[in-house]
């Protein structure tokens, strides 16, 4: 399959499976998932799924946005949901350093409110100041920010690192926050 076609598909799932189930008369459940069968009868109309396509997106995704349940019947979207859905995230201990990518145009509202999640549960932090940059990019001009978690961490604030090895957390203050150099 072509990539073009697999990038289609998994923007397509992102979008119901984290945000809007509703625009195909999709349901998930409390903790994100849908029946797969369910899913393939209701994007019918505006995209033709089958269980073979679905099972090759979910396991070449370059972010492993995706999983399926142990039994193959349900899918759900790793992270990144707007939904009030629980994906059963336990708090761990994080790494001493994490990096937020983000865009200069957001830098007055930053400094002044600390990381806040917006229409996501949580703000996304990154293992290495690349996929930092990567991530700001879609913004806009990238600006990579350096978080202490080791302090955050000390001061008693949650952290979850979702299936796809992304860090979440719900706010981090202005006083945890520098400005990166790196990349
Ligand atoms: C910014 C992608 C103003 C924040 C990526 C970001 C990630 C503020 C934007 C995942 C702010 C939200 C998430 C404040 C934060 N004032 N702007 N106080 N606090 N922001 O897309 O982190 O490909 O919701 O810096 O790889 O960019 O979808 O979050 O620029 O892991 O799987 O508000 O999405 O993954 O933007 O990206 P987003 P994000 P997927």
């Not at 990144?80 to 201990?93: F, Y």
């Not at 299936?163 to 957390?169: C, E, F, I, S």
């Amino acid at each position: 399959m072509s990539r073009d076609r697999f990038t289609r598909i998994s923007k397509f799932l992102s979008y119901v499976l984290r945000h809007r189930p509703q625009a195909i008369g999709l349901a998930l459940d409390a903790q994100g998932w849908a029946s797969i069968d369910e899913l393939i009868e209701k994007a019918r109309p505006q995209m033709a799924l089958n269980r073979e396509l679905i099972e090759q997106v979910v396991s070449t995704n370059d972010k492993q946005r995706f999983a399926l349940s142990e039994d193959g019947t349900h899918i759900r979207a790793s992270q990144g949901h707007s939904l009030d859905v629980d994906i059963g995230l336990e708090p761990c201990v994080p790494p001493a350093l994490l990096y937020h990518g983000t865009a200069t145009r957001f830098m007055d509202s930053i400094n002044r409110d600390g990381l806040v999640s917006g229409r996501r549960q949580h703000v996304h932090l990154s293992l290495d100041a690349e996929t930092a940059h990567a991530v700001g990019r879609r913004h806009g001009k990238p600006v990579i920010l350096q978080i202490d978690t080791k302090a955050m961490h000390e001061q008693g604030m949650l952290f979850y690192v979702s299936a796809n090895g992304v860090w979440l957390t719900e706010h981090v203050p202005t006083r945890f926050i520098s400005e990166s150099t790196a990349v």
